[in-house]
């Protein structure tokens, strides 16, 4: 089993709805990431939280340590937001600098 | 600012050859780590470098090494190339560590024929 999963693995929206994808991990954790890669590989950072939650312009993110959980939420999704979404975590103890990361949600937004 | 630069940004080579590959990580920023993304493993953690020692290690084999210069540059080099060894490769900076916020590069796209 994977340490991060990320569900669903394809998703698919009409223009303007409401988007969740999640992640569900099973180490112990310093942070978490949500990643954004777009067509020819460049990815970009979202989010880093260790707790509660996070928004970014139509983004928002939360987490919930106890029951070790993530969600990224986009609304009123636009066709640019079309990309994949990884989640990724640093480990709590070990090694600085090691990421896990889940095998990512990709999304299309129709128009 | 400048973001982390990649070079190069494709490449092709043939089965037992050996290539470097390069990230410029954004100035101030000390920590480098290097990626590997294929279709079927996903991104997976080579190394990390700060301070221009390996502080960490993915579970790849030893063809796969790495340096960081006194600049934070750093180098990955993955020797005898297997087919398998077509991938992305990414390198991301950060200040300190992964509990910063890390910078991806554009990846340099390997392939091995």
């Known amino acids: 089993k994977n340490e991060v999963e990320q569900s669903p693995q394809n998703l698919t929206a009409q223009e303007g709805e409401f988007i969740t994808i999640n992640c569900s991990y099973s180490v112990g954790i310093s942070a978490l990431h949500w990643l954004q890669q777009h067509p020819g590989g460049g990815i970009v950072s979202l989010f880093m939280l260790s707790s509660g939650k996070k928004k970014h312009g139509r983004l928002i993110a939360t987490i919930n340590i106890q029951e070790k959980h993530s969600s990224l939420h986009i609304t009123a999704s636009h066709p640019r937001d079309s990309a994949v979404y990884i989640c990724?975590?640093?480990?709590?103890?070990?090694?600085?600098?090691?990421?896990?990361f889940g095998k990512g949600t990709k999304l299309s937004v129709k128009p | 600012k400048a973001g982390v630069t990649q070079t190069p940004r494709y490449l092709i080579k043939t089965r037992g050859q050996q290539v470097t590959l390069s990230c410029s990580p954004i100035s101030g920023h000390r920590s480098v780590s290097w990626y590997q993304q294929t279709p079927g493993q996903g991104l997976q953690f080579l190394f990390e470098?700060?301070?221009?020692?390996?502080?960490n290690k993915g579970n790849f084999p030893g063809r796969f090494s790495g340096r960081q210069f006194s600049n934070s540059r750093s180098e990955m080099n993955v020797s005898t190339l297997e087919l398998g060894d077509s991938a992305l490769y990414l390198c991301a900076s950060s200040l300190r560590d992964a509990l910063n916020e890390q910078f991806f590069g554009p990846g340099t796209r390997l392939t091995v024929l």
């Open positions: 990724a975590v640093t480990r709590l103890r070990g090694s600085q600098g090691n990421l896990i």
């Open positions: 470098y700060f301070s221009e020692t390996q502080r």
